[in-house]
């Protein structure tokens, strides 16, 4: 029977229905695995479930020309944290689960615009600290959502759910940075840079992949063509937004 690791807690239900096809062992730590261990795996296992974290680099594979180890089944869509390249070198194929999540990160999106346009957190925060006073005309004002200009960058999978739910669910009229056109059942205007996005959008969508090309894509002289009133709302991998860029931004009031 094939030997599994799993690198995360999963369901008990998950764990379960593997277990009726390999031998299954759950690491039980919510941390990323450690160098060791993601050395130690590929000599132990005959494939390897890792998520967001577990960073396979180039110097995990160094000196494996035929481990155990034949795939790395990542769990989640974005992969930029397992060296593709020295994976096949050292003879593991790499997978990952594009459309599984695509629906509920398109709606965790919309509970960011919603939060931050709303002024959600801050209203939740008040209350909790028992400085809510009763209502008042003026009070948590905050943005309109219906009827806004949101501007979603990268309009693959998640992009474009991103836009139907904007659209049909709150008027948004939907412009779009993306290398290619995408034809996706509804208005949206494609753009032809990020500037011109930023200029034109109330809500700023990231939603591109991950990885080298898109590193500080979200960069200063992005954040000084958006609108001051502009929300930012990044479902993408962290370092797609030049966080220095980010700060300055914030604290110049740009």
């Known amino acids: 029977m094939k030997r599994i690791l799993i690198s995360r807690p999963m369901p008990d239900s998950v764990a379960t229905a593997a277990r009726k096809f390999f031998d299954v062992e759950v690491r039980q730590k919510q941390t990323p695995m450690s160098g060791a261990e993601m050395r130690a795996s590929l000599a132990l296992y005959d494939a390897i479930i890792p998520t967001l974290g577990d960073r396979y680099a180039a110097r995990t594979f160094k000196d494996f020309s035929n481990p155990r180890c034949k795939i790395l089944a990542n769990f989640g869509v974005g992969y930029n944290h397992i060296d593709i390249v020295a994976a096949q070198a050292a003879g593991i194929c790499v997978t ?51 009827g806004k200009t949101v501007g979603i960058i990268g309009m693959g999978r998640i992009g474009a759910a991103i836009a ?91």
Request: aromatic share 4%; glycine share 8%.
């Open 96 to 146: 990952n689960t594009p459309g599984a999540v695509t629906a509920a990160t398109a709606d965790i999106a919309l509970m960011l615009i919603l939060m931050s346009c709303r002024r959600a957190g801050e209203g939740e925060r008040m209350v909790r600290s028992n400085r809510w006073e009763g209502w008042n005309p003026t009070q948590m004002l905050g943005q309109h959502v219906t």
């Open 164 to 254: 139907r739910r904007c659209h049909f669910g709150f008027e948004m009229p939907v412009i779009y940075f993306n290398r290619s056109r995408k034809t996706i059942g509804m208005p949206a205007r494609q753009v032809g840079s990020l500037q011109e996005l930023a200029a034109h959008a109330d809500v700023v969508v990231v939603a591109a992949s991950g990885g080298a090309h898109s590193h500080h894509l979200i960069d200063a002289e992005v954040f000084e063509h958006m609108k001051p009133t502009a929300h930012l709302v990044n479902i993408s991998r962290g370092d797609v937004i030049d966080e220095a860029a980010l700060i300055a931004a914030l604290q110049s009031r740009q």
